[in-house]
T-cell receptor, first 116, second 114 residues
Framework: NAGVTQTPKFQVLKTGQSMTLQCAQD?????MSWYRQDPGMGLRLIHY???????DQGEVPNGYNVSRSTTEDFPLRLLSAAPSQTSVYFC???????????????FGPGTRLTVL | KQEVTQIPAALSVPEGENLVLNCSFT??????LQWFRQDPGKGLTSLLL?????REQTSGRLNASLDKSSGRSTLYIAASQPGDSATYLC?????????????FGQGTRLTINP
């Protein structure tokens, strides 16, 4: 299994440009999430999905869109990039609930985004 | 609001020492707690997962404990090695506004000196 994969690894955008960060997992996980990691702020949840066709907002959703057309893929779209979106973005997935327990969460390697 | 705190923010110890990293959380209504390791410029690697009904988990030189009633978890690293140098993050899973979410601490940056 490749686990959680993300592309690209690095990206530089100009203010106002749009782009899509790709995320895929091959573990048949129902739950997928996007986080951003900033110095001093820790990891913050942007959007998440509990299954194909179902998405919801996290803590910091403004300026980002997501969709989940398949179980495997969960792309994150930046509509009009701003310097405040300069960050490291992580995609994560988990199988979800099993009885009274929740499975562990796995993370991708990250995308380092700079917006000029 | 669920808050997760990790103290200290940074720790430097000589090789071979046993050490403990601390994680505290404000709300005990959690499903589980997960410890991660993050190397500079890399993603998060899952180390240990403790379900809310469990008290501890072990993997090799790592042992994590969970005390829900006091809102605390510790990660014990035995016989530390330079390769253990990394940032260690803890995260609790709980329901926030009707949805399952992971809440992260800020991490402890660990340096093991040869």
């Amino acid at each position: 299994n490749a686990g959680v994969t993300q592309t690209p690894k690095f990206q530089v955008l100009k203010t106002g440009q749009s782009m899509t960060l790709q995320c895929a997992q091959d573990m048949n996980h129902e739950y997928m999430s996007w986080y951003r990691q900033d110095p001093g702020m820790g990891l913050r949840l942007i959007h998440y999905s509990v299954g194909a066709g179902i998405t919801d907002q996290g803590e910091v959703p403004n300026g980002y869109n997501v969709s989940r057309s398949t179980t495997e893929d969960f792309p994150l779209r930046l509509l009009s990039a701003a310097p405040s979106q300069t960050s490291v973005y992580f995609c994560a997935s988990t199988r979800g609930r099993s009885g009274r327990s929740w499975d562990e969460q796995f993370f991708g390697p990250g995308t380092r985004l700079t917006v000029l | 609001k669920q808050e997760v705190t990790q103290i200290p923010a940074a720790l430097s110890v000589p090789e071979g020492e046993n050490l403990v990293l601390n994680c505290s959380f404000t709300d005990s209504a959690i499903y589980n707690l997960q410890w991660f390791r993050q190397d500079p410029g890399k993603g998060l690697t899952s180390l240990l997962l403790i379900q809310s009904s469990q008290r501890e988990q072990t993997s090799g030189r790592l042992n994590a404990s969970l005390d829900k009633s006091s809102g605390r978890s510790t990660l014990y690293i035995a016989a530390s090695q330079p390769g253990d140098s990394a940032t260690y993050l803890c995260a609790v899973r709980r329901v926030i506004q009707g949805a399952q979410k992971l809440v992260f601490g800020q991490g402890t940056r660990l340096t093991i000196n040869p």
